[in-house]
């Protein structure tokens, strides 16, 4: 599987999932491709560990449901986000810890401020771990957060220049 790299979508400093200053995060770098599926690349550490080598259940959920919450930015741009509503989680098999992963979210509906997605974390060979489906609200990064958070946590990525993206 292979995607073609259109953009690095913007980061923040704690966010548990993209944030490059939280140090039990998982510091994910997500980018948008020409398939219309935003693409996330992670390694889980040790911290986030379920049964031993495995990574939590709620950690895949969560990051599964930014990645969905995040796809609506390749519509409306960096200001844009979801806030869920509804997600719905497949656990198919277990999640190793110290491995780079990616996980995939899209858009399936947007029907003005509600829309749809779905998303799947891959392992390294590709096959679906987990994947979920999720209904979520509309908003602008400036109705979620505070101002200050748009000036001195949300930013652009680290500039990793990707053409593609394969598995």
């Not at 998982?26 to 980018?31: A, G, N």
């Not at 560990?49 to 609506?72: F, K, M, N, V, W």
């Not at 946590?153 to 593609?164: N, S, T, V």
Request: net charge negative; glycine share 12%.
């Amino acid at each position: 599987m292979t995607w073609s790299v259109t953009g690095q979508q913007h980061i923040s400093k704690n966010c548990l999932v993209c944030g490059i200053e939280n140090d039990f995060g998982l510091k994910t770098k997500f980018y948008e491709t020409q398939e219309k599926e935003l693409v996330g690349i992670f390694t889980p550490h040790d911290k986030l560990q379920s049964y031993p080598g495995i990574l939590h259940g709620g950690i895949s959920a969560t990051i599964l449901d930014e990645t969905i919450g995040r796809a609506i930015m390749m519509v409306y741009g960096q200001e844009s986000f979801g806030v869920t509503l509804e997600l719905n989680v497949k656990y198919k098999k277990p999640v190793p810890l110290g491995v780079e992963l990616k996980v995939i979210g899209r858009i399936t509906n947007d029907k003005g401020r509600i829309f749809e997605g779905t998303g799947e974390l891959l392992l390294p060979n590709g096959e679906v771990a987990v994947s979920a489906e999720g209904k979520y609200m509309k908003r602008t990064i400036s109705q979620i957060v505070q101002n200050d958070f748009l000036d001195d946590e949300w930013f652009a990525g680290d500039g990793e220049e990707k053409a593609e993206i394969n598995v």
